[in-house]
T-cell receptor
Framework: QKEVEQDPGPLSVPEGAIVSLNCTYS??????FMWYRQYSRKGPELLMY????GNKEDGRFTAQVDKSSKYISLFIRDSQPSDSATYLC???????????FGKGTRLSVIA | ETGVTQSPTHLIKTRGQQVTLRCSSQ?????VSWYQQALGQGPQFIFQ???????GRGNFPPRFSGLQFPNYSSELNVNALELDDSALYLC?????????????FGEGSRLTVL
């Protein structure tokens, strides 16, 4: 079993839809959870950062962490064509353990 | 404030050759991490440098080596290139060592090994 599992998609939605992206993980030591967005031919950029469990909201984006289920989600409300990108979940444990990324989910928002 | 810059952006090598990739970190950042991203995969951690010392290494063979310079710029060297080394190589800088802070990525160097 991989440490971090993420459905690669592709996921195609109409403009204005609510998008739900998810990752599961196996390492219960993970405490830091991130979502990165990667546009085509660009490097990833940090979108959301959550420590431990709970929800975090930033504009149209909401990140949720459920440590009991080892499951994290990213919701995008009122999706826009400019949201079309690959979304990577990433997580790490305390101490000097490297960040582990999911495969990424490719999202297309159709106008 | 300049972001993370990488060079070259694209390069083609043949199996057995050696390659050096370069990275300039974001102003004020003393930590650089290198990642390999194969097509359709997430980035895989290669190693991290903090103040010119290696500060962690992923599951990559010794032919992957690196350096960090006093100005915090960095190099990734890969010897004896293999076909599977074809990937996007990403450099990321951060304000502190470790893996719990935000990483600022460059646009990557796309390496093709023929």
């Amino acid at each position: 079993q991989k440490e971090v599992e993420q459905d690669p998609g592709p996921l195609s939605v109409p403009e204005g839809a609510i998008v739900s992206l998810n990752c599961t993980y196996s390492n219960s030591a993970f405490q830091y959870f991130m979502w990165y967005r990667q546009y085509s031919r660009k490097g990833p950029e940090l979108l959301m950062y959550t420590y431990s469990s709970g929800n975090k909201e930033d504009g149209r984006f909401t990140a949720q962490v459920d440590k009991s289920s080892k499951y994290i989600s990213l919701f995008i409300r009122d999706s826009q064509p400019s949201d079309s990108a690959t979304y990577l979940c990433a997580m790490s444990a305390p101490g000097n353990t490297p960040l582990v990324f999911g495969k990424g989910t490719r999202l297309s928002v159709i106008a | 404030e300049t972001g993370v810059t990488q060079s070259p952006t694209h390069l083609i090598k043949t199996r057995g050759q050696q390659v050096t990739l370069r990275c300039s970190s974001q102003s004020g950042h003393n930590t650089v991490s290198w990642y390999q991203q194969a097509l359709g995969q997430g980035p895989q951690f290669i190693f991290q440098y903090y103040r010119e010392e290696e500060n962690g290494r992923g599951n990559f063979p010794p032919r992957f080596s690196g350096l960090q310079f006093p100005n915090y710029s960095s190099e990734l060297n890969v010897n004896a290139l293999e076909l599977d080394d074809s990937a996007l190589y990403l450099c990321a800088s951060s304000l502190e060592s470790g893996f719990t802070g935000e990483l600022f990525f460059g646009e990557g160097s796309r390496l093709t090994v023929l």
